[in-house]
């Protein structure tokens, strides 16, 4: 009997994964309907789901878990949605109108490159802090932190008690500057606090310089807005879920996945670093994936019922992105750079009125599937509504069989709504659709390999996501990859992803210290200790960070990283320092030859220019705690024929202007060593591969399937 020990969420906007991990390492994949108003139910609806496959019950594999880890989207929802906390805003006077304008780029950030370039299609969403609760106060400090105008604080109360006045629920603090200042702001949160007590209202004061101390006034005054305005709000959400998770047996502090690819306490004091944690999970699953498998370079895609994500690792290492947009919003959070488009199984399929072209989505049935799911009460036909017409999916095995798919209503659906109006027979419409799904996420994946300068030919790509499986053969058809990976737990792959993360604090501070190429010992041992010291205070917030869950400092393995550039260029890097501490002119040469030796390798050796002098740009403290992590299956190498108790039969599917009859076998019989051809279809309670003409699939050890393109 298992013993169960680690339990990983991941919460989208269809399904609900779990990931259950044992003493041994070894898994079980669990699968449910998401239930957005109560995640919890959904929660313990896949980890049921997933326990049965050990004949093992939740009550009693429940309490030997040692540690629990969430992703999910909940908050992004809120984001998106505009749904959140009154929030009112104190900024510099004069300044008060400057969120509600926003950066230009905001008004068309998740456009199509088409859409980008004609300004009649931009738009501004509405503020998330209307300008009837922004608020300004006199005081003015330059770039350098020097202090032009003091603050007026005459002036804080009478700016405090109208946002009071007006029923704001938690006020943020943004002043330009403060991160090179942060005096001033400090003030008036001290101040306003005061007041708030004054006042006995339960009114939460956020200053930016206590959660993002860095460089850009609207990606940090948007970040700490959606601290205060979404992240707050989803804190309970997540209190109550680990609140269910406590009744149902647990005994652990709940962790989340993060934006930065580690997992964090949902105690955390930012808790805004974890808005977009789902896909998150399957980047760091992917990277921990390829490190087991001695791989460098993968590129990852993820296709659930609502997007398509895609990441690159390149030489084993996931690129951060320090300002990130999201939500149409341009944040300050150091984020897994990936790429996202709203197209998945349940993105909706209509007609352009316009035009008369197929469209797809960017909105999703999310978990009411389709047309078919006589439950979901849907009346637009999906992605999924396609793929039950063309035989691909079982409508008897959606989720084990949870929910039973009409194929006779998805059928009607796709010839009234789609094969009608274009003249088409039901099955090519179908057809057509779905090559236009491949067809776009293949142009989607190709296009972000080749524009960071790379070729698909030099990665392995990397398919999961419930829905991954069967597109993966449409969207790497003729891109060339090394190889194409699809591991057997594809469907609760981001869950994994959170099982194989660290317990992880990270913490930023933006920094300018300049030191001229061939400077004096002086000027390198300053910028140093300025670099030491924003060190030593960051290293100061990951050990309070660690202690609300009970971990000393030295059970935790500090990482010591900084952000260099040339002087007088845009873009810098983010590097592992290769020291442990500053202490000597000699650290400052280790800093500068790290720093060129990833320029170098990151754009050309030719492109090296030491003669610009160099600039640290910021400081950054990781610390992590080791957890326990899933083990990659070994089994032994069976033969190529699959074994007879795999093979489930025959269906008929269309495909490419014909009806063909498919072989259907059961995914988890198949044996390593297997090899599977042309037509096949691989089918799991969770997710089902499709294996069509002109490829073959092998299933190695580690249970990953390789897809191969027929020469």
């Known amino acids: 009997m298992a013993k169960s020990q680690i339990l990983a969420i991941d919460a989208g906007g269809t399904m609900t994964d779990t990931f259950i991990i044992d003493e041994k390492g070894d898994f079980v994949v669990g699968k449910a309907q998401t239930t957005p108003l109560d995640e919890h139910i959904g929660l313990l609806n896949s980890a049921r789901d997933a326990l049965s496959q050990w004949d093992a019950k939740m009550e009693d594999e429940f309490p030997n878990l040692l540690a629990g880890v969430y992703s999910g989207t909940a908050m992004l929802n809120r984001l998106v949605s505009r749904v959140g906390r009154r929030v009112g805003l104190v900024v510099n006077k004069g300044m008060e109108d400057n969120h509600r304008m926003g950066r230009g780029l905001q008004s068309f950030l998740g456009y199509s490159y088409s859409d980008k370039i004609h300004i009649n299609t931009h738009h501004f969403d509405p503020p998330l802090v209307p300008r009837k609760w922004t608020v300004g106060v006199t005081e003015r400090v330059d770039l350098f932190g020097n202090v032009v105008i003091p603050l007026y604080e005459h002036e804080i109360e009478p700016a405090i008690q109208k946002l009071i006045d007006e029923d704001v629920e938690a006020i943020v603090v943004s002043l330009l500057h403060s991160y090179k200042y942060p005096a001033h702001e400090r003030r008036i949160r001290d101040i306003a606090e005061q007041i708030v007590a004054k006042a006995n209202k339960d009114i939460k004061v956020f200053a930016t310089v206590d959660y993002y101390p860095v460089r850009k006034e609207s990606h940090r005054t948007n970040t700490t807005i959606v601290e205060a305005y979404a992240a707050e709000p989803s804190r309970q959400t997540l209190a109550n879920i680990d609140k269910a998770l406590r009744e149902a047996g647990t005994d652990f502090d709940l962790r989340i996945m993060a934006s930065h690819g580690g997992t964090i306490s949902i105690k955390a004091n930012e808790l805004a670093r974890t808005c977009v944690s789902g896909p998150i999970g399957g980047m760091v699953g992917a990277k921990y ?48 750079s990936m790429d996202t488009t709203g197209a998945g199984t349940g993105s909706f399929v209509r007609i352009d009125p316009n035009y008369g072209n197929i469209t797809l989505g960017p909105d999703s049935a999310g978990s009411r599937v389709g047309v078919c799911n ?7 036909v999906t992605v999924s509504d396609c793929h039950v017409v063309l035989g ?16 006779a209503k ?9 094969a009608d109006p274009l003249g088409l027979t039901v099955e090519d419409a179908a057809y057509g659709v779905i090559e236009l799904l491949e067809s776009q996420l293949r142009n989607y994946l190709e296009s972000m390999i080749l524009g960071k300068g790379y070729s698909p030919s030099q990665y392995v790509c990397f398919s999961y996501g419930g829905g991954g499986p069967l597109h993966t053969a449409g969207y790497t058809k003729g891109l060339g990859f090394e190889d194409v990976l699809i591991p057997a737990w594809a469907a609760g792959f981001s869950a994994f992803g959170c099982g194989a993360a660290d317990f992880e604090y990270r913490y930023d501070k933006t920094l300018d210290l300049n030191v001229d190429d061939g400077a004096e010992d002086s000027d390198a041992l300053l910028a140093g200790r300025e670099l030491q010291a924003a060190w030593d205070e960051l290293k100061t917030k990951v050990t309070e960070e660690f202690r609300k869950n009970d971990y000393q400092p030295e059970d935790v393995d500090f990482r010591l990283l900084f952000r260099m ?13 290769p020291i442990s501490s500053f202490n000597s002119v000699e650290d400052w040469e280790s800093l500068v030859r790290t720093f060129e030796e990833t320029y170098a390798r990151v754009y050309a050796k030719a492109a090296l220019s030491p003669e610009l002098g160099y600039s640290i740009t910021g400081a950054i403290v990781r610390g992590v705690v080791e957890v326990a992590k899933p083990q990659i299956p070994q089994e032994p190498l069976a033969g190529e024929i699959p074994p007879r108790d795999a093979f489930i039969g025959y269906r008929e599917i269309y495909w490419d202007g014909e009806f063909l009859q498919a072989e259907i076998y059961e995914m988890e019989k198949l044996l390593p060593g297997n090899k599977i051809s042309a037509f096949a279809i691989l089918e799991s309670t969770a997710t089902t591969l499709v294996v069509p003409l002109g490829f073959e699939a092998y299933l190695d050890e580690n249970r990953i399937f390789h897809l191969r393109e027929l020469k």
Not at 292 to 317: M, P, R, Y
Not at 392 to 407: A, Q, R, T
Not at 565 to 577: K, M, P, V, W
């Open 289 to 336: 994936l390829a490190e087991q498998l001695g791989l460098k370079n993968v590129a990852c895609s993820d296709i659930g019922g609502t997007s398509f994500d895609i990441g690159l690792i390149t030489q084993g290492e996931l690129a951060i992105n320090a300002s990130p947009d999201m939500a149409r919003l341009v944040l300050s959070l150091p984020l897994v």
């Open 374 to 380: 006589p439950e979901g009460g849907l009346d637009t």
């Open 392 to 407: 691909l999916i079982n409508p008897d095995n959606f989720i084990g069989g949870v929910i039973k798919l009409s194929k």
């Open 410 to 418: 998805a059928y009607e659906a796709v010839k009234t709504q789609i």
């Open 565 to 577: 550039q040339y002087q007088g260029q845009l873009n810098d890097l983010e590097i592992e320092a």
